[in-house]
């Protein structure tokens, strides 16, 4: 599962040690956590890079990825 798409083209130039964008593997470590203003912060972890960051987004869109990140963190877990 790739979650690119929940990062910006920006934030992953950013984010990313190697500024390879292309090819980052972004995903979620953990499920979003509620902060001021009705946001949600999502830690994220690229695989390629091992760069972290996090994303912020509003809680009506997150609601619309929650049930992936959930899937995927939980599925992270039990590969442990
Ligand atoms: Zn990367």
């Known amino acids: 599962m790739n979650f690119n798409h929940l990062l910006t083209e920006r934030e992953m130039k ?4 190697k500024r ?7 995903k979620p470590v953990a499920e979003g956590q509620a902060t001021a203003g009705r946001n949600v912060a ?5 695989e ?8 912020f987004m509003h809680f009506s ?4 990825h929650q049930k992936v990140i959930s899937s995927e963190v939980d599925y992270d877990k039990a590969s442990k």
């Open 61 to 64: 869109d997150y609601s619309k």
């Open 48 to 55: 390629t890079c091992g760069s972290r960051t996090s994303v």
């Open 20 to 26: 390879t964008s292309g090819e980052c593997k972004w």
């Open 42 to 46: 999502i830690p994220m972890l690229c």
């Open 14 to 17: 950013v984010s990313c040690r």
